[in-house]
């Protein structure tokens, strides 16, 4: 048995509920954390999202995720009245995530459709911190966060060159037992850097690939951050792409392309990849060359060289054959639109395969952050590379630097964007567009929704019906004749998709922002129906059992060397572990007399023995302070048989119980003789063991309980004559007793610990 004294078990408790506490999985990160709570105005109720732009997003299944970015909240006030417009630097590194199932208005407060992850526990600070700019790679599976510039501040060491962030949601490969859902930090080969911004991102989930094309960065190819300081501005074209290829989970193979001369190297375009040939193809679609965003400011050269230049990003595309790694240009006829750059794009297909539509909206020309931004949409027609302008928009409700993602065949969803005067996106800051009806929604509703059918604005242009068979197939003239061959090719791989989504009543929240978690989602990607949680709840409860059993063998292994060193010590017997508990109780025993029950006394506490009645409580006592004598020798001592009669001793002889002066042994075939003042097989109150004889019967216990002693009257003696009895008691007493001598006072009372009592 292992005895805990209070101080031990509560150190050993406190030290249990601190490993459990910091086991329990951390708990979402509020979408207000306190240090921007304390920033509220003392009237300010609620907060809604504004502006937010310079994002990165990207799809897995059916969810939409979002990061970084300058991001402005809307504050609230107690009298129904709005207040400025404040910057949410974002310390707590959430991530953001729209899930398709759930409906919603695009006129209800933002901040209640998203739903938030924290990238790390507590405050980000250089863990995670905020990016701006940059891409969201991802398959079906996971993310990468890559690129982007941090902002200009030497209050914090930033991430190294090599550094990129992961989010796997789902596993996929090999079954990994221990698997959870969660981030963690990778690293990038010798010849990437995350040190490039304001490139153009596009994912392709049915190859597994990732492409990020051109950019800006610094021109040693060093550190990069907001625009501030020049010496961390990156105001050099990115001549390359980076691509990643995530066939295999935690093997992602990274790969630096380098763009040939006659693909320019410019800032903030749109890559879109149309699904033909053996792997597809990349379209890059605009851009301009020296961004107002990059520097500070924007000289008049700079100006004239970004509106010769940057016009040809939309009358010229680049074209890139994933499965050859090869380049080419193509000329565009249409509607085509001037220079624009920070839009977003989709791409829908015909039900034939016969056209291919890239959905192109908003933007601004990139030479002046005063100027209108874009509210249009257009539509870029493959193969035949017409320009068709869909809608016309308004530049009270135009933006840049948002994102947009195709959550059904007919339906685009755009999040974020940034306005010339920095007032509230009109008509909120998620948007919904039908592709189909060319028109804004009103609403999101996952129950709502049509196979895509080309508009009869393109049919118009491109010939066909709704369901395709498009008559201009090809373009009034290729600029590479291997672009035809290329383009004719159909494209045989099945993309994944993941809708119809199942609907899902939103929860109920206030006005403030949402913080619970995505909806979790049975994987079917290998991970063998394990919920993810279960890895590491059973971790914690063998850590603690492993701990448990650490402390307990401490314990134990101190108890045995304190017993090594006190080998006459009663710690951890029966009748120790009973005075202690004892002890424990407050000293106000209820006492009779040995026989009479007319003369039972209770509520005698604090009087001394000798003014008692001959009195012997009814509990267990503890045993007076004698010297312990070893047995003689290791037989075993016979069982004594109870006689009440030993229950009524006066308290005068001493506390605690004798056995008679005979003693015999197990075999019964020898009798030993004891002294009378000497207890045998007793010490202090509890019993010895006797060690076994060579028969290998079990050794005795002597019983511990004073009502069950045994009276000398009951062991079986020798008979003795009366003249040898009168020899051996010539006081006349009987036989194995002594008289009792009044003037003797009891002795105090022993405690548990050995110390004497008063």
């Known amino acids: 048995m292992v005895i805990l004294f209070p101080t031990t078990r509560a150190v050993l408790l406190a030290l249990l509920s601190s490993l459990a506490v910091s086991a329990v999985p951390a708990i979402p990160a509020p979408r207000h954390p306190a240090s921007l709570r304390r920033r509220w105005d003392p009237n300010q109720i609620n907060s809604t999202m504004c502006l937010w732009y310079d994002i990165r997003a990207a799809v897995l299944r059916d969810t939409l995720y979002v990061d970084g970015g300058y991001l402005w909240d809307l504050p609230g006030m107690a009298d129904g009245s709005y207040g400025q417009i404040v910057q949410d630097p974002n310390l707590s590194g959430l991530l953001y995530s729209i899930n398709f199932t759930q409906p919603f208005n695009i006129s209800q407060n933002t901040s209640t459709i998203f739903q938030t992850t924290p990238k790390a526990a507590g405050a980000a600070n250089n863990q995670a911190p905020n990016f701006y700019s940059g891409t969201m790679f991802s398959n079906d599976n996971e993310l990468y966060l890559y690129g982007g510039v941090l902002r200009d501040t030497d209050s914090q060491i930033n991430p190294p060159a090599d550094a990129v962030t992961g989010y796997e949601r789902y596993q996929y490969g090999p079954v990994r037992t221990a698997w959870s859902v969660g981030f963690y930090n990778g690293q990038l080969p010798p010849n990437v850097t995350r040190y490039v911004t304001n490139g153009a991102g596009v994912n392709v989930p049915s190859e597994n690939l990732g492409f990020y094309f051109s950019g800006m960065k610094r021109n040693d190819s060093g550190e990069i951050r907001t625009k501030g300081r020049p010496q961390y501005n990156a105001t050099l074209a990115a001549p390359a792409m980076i691509s990643i290829d995530m066939s295999t989970m935690r093997a992602e193979k990274w790969t630096n392309l380098t763009l040939p001369s006659n693909v320019l190297a410019r800032a903030g375009s749109e890559l879109a990849w149309v699904p033909v040939s053996q792997q597809g193809v990349l379209l890059a679609i605009g851009g301009v060359i020296n961004p107002e965003t990059a520097f500070l400011p924007l000289t008049a050269p700079q100006k004239v060289q ?53 959905y192109f909206y908003g933007g601004y020309d990139g030479l002046s952050a005063t100027n209108s931004f874009s509210d249009d949409v257009y539509i870029l027609s493959i193969p035949s590379f017409t320009w068709i302008k869909a809608y016309s928009g308004t530049s009270v409700h135009g933006r840049k630097g948002h994102r947009c993602a195709k959550i059904y065949p007919d339906q685009m969803i755009i999040v974020g964007g940034d306005t010339v005067d920095k007032t509230c996106l009109q008509g909120g800051l998620i948007q919904i567009f039908n592709l189909n009806t060319l028109k804004f929604q009103d609403q999101y509703d996952p129950k709502v929704w049509s196979q895509y059918k080309v508009p009869d604005v393109v049919t118009a242009k491109i010939g066909g019906t709704p369901d395709g068979a498009a008559t201009a197939s090809k373009p009034s003239t290729w600029s590479d004749s291997a672009l035809g061959p290329l383009f004719a090719a159909q494209y045989s791989k099945t993309v994944p998709t993941y809708y119809p989504y199942n609907s899902v009543a939103p929860t109920p929240t206030d006005a403030t922002r949402s913080t619970a978690l995505p909806t979790p989602i049975a994987s079917t990607g290998g991970s063998n129906g394990v919920p993810s949680w279960v890895a590491p709840v059973l971790g914690t409860v063998v850590g603690l059992i492993v701990l448990s059993a650490v402390v307990v063998c401490l314990l134990l292994y101190r108890r045995r060397k304190f017993l090594r060193m006190n080998p006459n010590s009663d710690a951890g017997t029966s009748v120790f572990n009973q005075r202690r508990i004892l002890s424990w109780i407050p000293k106000a025993p209820t006492v009779s007399t040995s026989e009479d029950p007319s003369s039972s006394v209770s509520g005698y506490t604090g009087v001394p023995s000798e003014h008692l009645p001959n009195i012997v409580t009814t509990g267990p006592q ?137």
Not at 633 to 650: R, T, V
């Open 306 to 358: 970004s509106q010769a230049i940057s016009p040809g990003f939309m009358q010229e595309i680049s074209v890139f054959d994933v499965a050859a790694q090869k380049w080419y240009q193509q000329n565009t006829t249409g509607d085509v639109p001037g220079q624009l750059t920070q839009a977003c794009s989709v791409v829908a297909s015909a039900a034939d395969g016969s056209s291919h539509n890239v």
């Open 622 to 758: 503890e045993a007076a302070s004698s010297e312990v004598h070893e047995l003689p020798d290791s037989s075993h001592p016979a069982e004594l048989p109870p006689n009440p009669a030993m229950s009524q001793i006066s308290p005068a002889a001493g506390a605690g119980l004798r056995p008679g002066p005979y003693h015999q042994n197990m075999a019964g075939d020898e009798s030993t003789t004891s002294s009378p003042t000497t207890p045998v097989g007793y010490a202090r109150g509890h019993t010895r063991q006797v060690s076994s004889m060579s028969s290998g019967l079990p050794s005795p216990v002597l019983p511990t309980s004073p009502a069950s002693e045994a009276s000398p009257d009951d062991l079986p003696r020798t008979p003795v004559s009366p003249a040898e009895n009168e020899q051996a008691n010539p006081s006349g007493t009987e036989h194995g007793k002594k008289p009792e001598d009044p003037s003797i006072k009891p002795k105090g009372r022993e405690s548990s610990f050995g110390e004497m009592l008063e």
